[in-house]
C-alpha cells in the first residue's frame, strides 16, 4: 500500500490573523497590514524621571524601568533599540502577564470586553515580541481565565512549540460561594511555557520546605545521620535486575517483590547502601525493605500546579493590599496577591535577573521583584493606573513604606530605585492620505528617530550620529547632494561604509557616494524607511514560505531516497550473494592448490630420500 502524504500543520485560526493590531490612544484596536509604519516603527523611550537609585543617564537601559505606553510599541523597543536590546534581548529570565480576560466584562480599570479575534491578535503580537527578550533558559507565564485559556494555550503552542509547554497552574483565587452564575468560579489559570523546557527544568527552582513536610520526618533508629522518612523499594517499570529474593536481617526470605513489580535497585545496591545503615528493615528486622532519605540531604519541594489559596493568597488579600496602598481612593480591581507573584518569581529567577510584566496594573510583579532582589520591566498603558497606582505604590516600596504584601516576610526596608520612561510617539503622520515626517521629527531628534528604524546605535559624533559594525550614519535634514556625500565620505576611516540620509536628495548624490566609498548609501526619508518595512516583512513572508513549501519537497526527496534504497536493494543482496559465491570458490581453489602442493612437497621428500639411500650403497 503506497504511503499518504500530508499537508499542513494544525494551528489555531482567527478572523484577520495575517494583519497587525493597532492600540489607538483611546484604548481602542485595529487592524492593520503588518508593513503600516503604526506597527512596523521602532519606537523611541524618552526619559520621563527616575525614582531613588539609578545608573548615569549613558547606562538608563541597565535600571529597572517602568514604561509609560503600550505594550507592543516597548517591548518592540527593548528588542531593536541597540541600547536596550544588548540588556534586555535574550536576557529576561521571567515574564509573568495578566493580560485582560477577555470575559464580556467591564472593569473599572481596564475595557476586558475585547472581541475573541481582537483578543488573539493582540496577545500574539505581545507574545511574539516576548518570545525575543526570553533568556535561553527563560520562561512566560500568561495568567488567564476560562475565557481564553484553551485558545491562549494554542496560541503559545504557535510562537513557543507545544514541546515549549510546561504545566498549567490553578490557583484556588478565591473561596466564598457566588451564586450569580451556572457555576461559582474559584480558580484561575497560569500556563507557563518555557524558551527551551529543557534548559527551564534544570535552573528552576523549587519551593523552600515547611514544617508540614519536615514534620514527616524522625529517627526512631537513633540513626547518627539524623531524622528520616522512608520510601518503598518497589517500582512498576521493568527493570533487568529488579527481581531478586531477599532474605531480611531477622531470617525471613523475601522471595520476590510483589507480582507485576519489580526491586527498583539492584541486589548488590540494596546490600551496599544496607552496609551504610540507609536501609529499614521495620523494628523487628523482618519488614519489606524501605530505603531511608535524610532530613539533612532533603531538597526542596518540587511545585504542584494546584496552588490554593492558603499558599499564596486570593483575590480578597490582594485587594486588602491594594486599599492600604491607595487609602485615597479605590482599590484597584483586579488585583493579584503577593505570595502569588512571591511563588512565581522563586521559582522562575534568581537575584539580579530580569523579570518582566507589560500588563503591569496595580505594579504587583514589580513591587515583588524589587523586594526579592530582581531587575523589572514593567509597562502599563493607562494614564489613569500609572498615576493612581503603579507608580504610588513603586515609590512606597523604594523608600520602604509599603508594610503590606511580603514585606514583612522577606525583611524588606526599601532601597533601589526605577527609572520612568515614555513610549515616543510615532515620528510619522498622515497627510491627506500620505505618510510625511511627524512636526516633531526635525534635526536632532530625526536623526535619533531615524537610528532607531535602521537598526545604528545613536551615538551622536559629528558629522555622525550612529554606528552599525563599520557602518556610519548621517542625517541631514535637508538636502543631500554631492557636495554633501563627497565631504561625508572625506571623514570616514579607510574600511567605513557610510550611509546618508535626507529629507530631500539630489539624483546624482547616490553615484557619487558609491564612487567615494563603493558599498554606502544614499536614502531620502520618510520614503525609504517606509519601503524598509515593505522589505522587512516580505522577507519574513518569504522565510516562512520557503520553509513550508519546501517541506513537501524535502518529504517527496525522502520518499524517492526510500524507493530507490528499496530498488536496489535486491541488486546489492545479489551482489552480496556473488561475492559470498566468489569468495567460497576462492577459498575451494585455494584450499585444493593447498593439497596438490602439500602432495608435491611430500613426493619430492619422498624422492630425495631415496636419492640419499642410493648414494650411501
Known amino acids: 500500500m503506497p504511503e499518504e502524504h500530508y499537508e499542513g500543520r494544525l494551528e489555531l485560526d482567527w478572523t484577520n490573523k495575517s494583519e497587525r493590531l493597532l492600540a489607538?490612544?483611546?484604548?481602542?484596536?485595529?487592524?492593520?497590514?503588518p508593513t503600516d509604519y503604526r506597527v512596523a516603527e521602532v519606537r523611541l523611550l524618552h526619559d520621563a524621571g527616575t525614582v531613588g537609585e539609578t545608573h548615569g543617564n549613558r547606562s538608563r537601559a541597565k535600571d529597572n524601568l517602568l514604561i509609560r505606553g503600550d505594550a507592543l510599541g516597548a517591548l518592540g523597543s527593548l528588542a531593536e533599540l541597540p541600547e536596550f536590546a544588548?540588556?534586555?534581548r535574550g536576557k529576561v529570565k521571567l515574564a509573568y502577564i495578566d493580560p485582560p480576560f477577555n470575559t464580556a466584562q467591564s472593569f473599572l480599570h481596564y475595557d476586558d470586553n475585547l472581541e475573541h479575534s481582537v483578543w488573539l491578535s493582540m496577545m500574539r503580537d505581545r507574545l511574539e515580541q516576548i518570545e525575543k527578550l526570553l533568556a535561553p533558559e527563560g520562561s512566560i507565564w500568561v495568567h488567564l481565565d476560562d475565557a481564553e485559556m484553551a485558545y491562549c494555550r494554542v496560541l503559545l503552542d504557535e510562537v513557543f512549540g507545544r514541546d515549549s509547554f510546561v504545566a498549567s497552574v490553578v490557583w484556588q483565587r478565591q473561596t466564598s460561594q457566588s451564586n450569580m452564575s451556572v457555576f461559582s468560579p474559584s480558580h484561575d489559570y497560569i500556563v507557563v511555557f518555557a524558551k527551551d523546557r529543557l534548559a527551564f527544568a534544570e535552573t528552576r527552582n523549587r519551593l523552600p520546605r515547611g514544617e508540614k513536610q519536615d514534620a514527616l520526618y524522625s529517627n526512631p533508629d537513633n540513626d547518627p545521620r539524623g531524622d528520616w522518612t522512608s520510601q518503598p523499594v518497589q517500582a512498576r517499570n521493568p527493570y533487568s535486575k529488579g527481581l531478586y529474593s531477599i532474605t531480611t536481617p531477622s531470617g525471613r526470605v523475601i522471595e520476590g517483590p510483589p507480582a507485576g513489580r519489580y526491586w527498583s535497585i539492584s541486589e548488590e545496591k540494596l546490600?551496599?547502601?544496607?552496609?551504610?545503615?540507609?536501609?529499614?528493615?521495620?523494628?523487628?528486622?523482618?519488614?519489606?525493605?524501605?530505603?531511608?532519605?535524610?532530613?539533612?540531604?532533603?531538597?526542596?519541594?518540587?511545585?504542584?500546579t494546584w496552588w490554593p489559596h492558603t499558599e499564596v493568597g486570593h483575590t480578597d488579600e490582594a485587594k486588602a493590599e491594594s486599599k492600604r496602598l491607595s487609602s485615597d481612593s479605590a482599590p484597584f480591581a483586579t488585583p493579584k496577591p503577593e505570595r502569588l507573584l512571591e511563588r512565581v518569581i522563586h521559582i522562575g529567577s534568581n537575584p539580579g535577573d530580569i523579570v518582566l510584566d507589560c500588563f503591569l496594573g496595580s505594579g504587583t510583579t514589580?513591587?515583588?521583584?524589587?523586594?526579592?532582589?530582581r531587575r523589572w520591566v514593567g509597562v502599563e498603558r493607562s494614564h489613569e493606573t500609572l498615576e493612581n497606582f503603579c507608580t504610588p505604590r513603586l515609590k512606597k516600596v523604594v523608600e520602604g513604606d509599603d508594610p503590606g504584601g511580603i514585606t514583612s516576610a522577606i525583611g524588606w526596608e526599601g532601597g533601589g530605585g526605577f527609572r520612568i520612561l515614555d513610549v515616543g510617539p510615532s515620528m510619522f503622520e498622515e497627510d491627506e492620505?500620505?505618510?510625511?515626517?511627524?512636526?516633531?521629527?526635525?534635526?536632532?531628534?530625526l536623526s535619533e528617530a531615524t537610528a532607531a528604524q535602521l537598526g545604528f546605535e545613536y551615538v551622536p559624533d559629528p558629522p555622525f550620529v550612529g554606528i552599525k559594525g563599520r557602518a556610519r550614519l548621517a542625517v541631514i535634514d535637508g538636502l543631500v547632494n554631492v557636495d554633501v556625500v563627497e565631504l561625508l565620505a572625506q571623514q570616514l576611516g579607510e574600511r567605513e561604509r557610510l550611509v546618508v540620509c535626507g529629507t530631500s536628495v539630489d539624483p546624482d548624490a547616490a553615484d557619487a557616494l558609491r564612487k567615494a566609498k563603493p558599498g554606502s548609501r544614499v536614502r531620502k526619508i520618510p520614503a525609504s524607511i517606509l519601503s524598509e518595512y515593505q522589505e522587512t516583512h516580505r522577507w519574513k513572508v518569504n522565510v516562512a514560505g520557503t520553509v513550508e513549501a519546501i517541506a513537501p519537497v524535502m518529504e517527496e526527496a525522502k520518499k524517492s531516497a526510500k524507493q530507490a534504497i528499496e530498488s536496489t536493494a535486491p541488486v546489492i543482496e545479489q551482489a552480496k550473494q556473488s561475492a559470498r559465491e566468489t569468495a567460497r570458490v576462492a577459498g575451494a581453489t585455494k584450499k585444493k592448490l593447498d593439497e596438490s602442493a602439500k602432495r608435491?612437497?611430500?613426493?619430492?621428500?619422498?624422492?630425495?630420500?631415496?636419492?640419499?639411500?642410493?648414494?650411501k650403497k
Open 433 to 445: 492620505g500620505r505618510v510625511v515626517l511627524a512636526d516633531w521629527a526635525t534635526k536632532t531628534a
Open 86 to 88: 544588548r540588556e534586555y
Open 600 to 615: 608435491s612437497l611430500a613426493a619430492n621428500e619422498a624422492q630425495a630420500k631415496k636419492a640419499a639411500g642410493r648414494k
Open 24 to 33: 489607538t490612544d483611546d484604548g481602542r484596536y485595529g487592524w492593520v497590514p
Open 366 to 373: 514589580a513591587a515583588v521583584a524589587h523586594k526579592m532582589g
Open 271 to 304: 546490600w551496599q547502601l544496607n552496609e551504610e545503615g540507609r536501609v529499614w528493615w521495620g523494628k523487628e528486622g523482618g519488614g519489606v525493605p524501605r530505603l531511608k532519605g535524610y532530613l539533612s540531604e532533603a531538597q526542596g519541594l518540587v511545585p504542584k
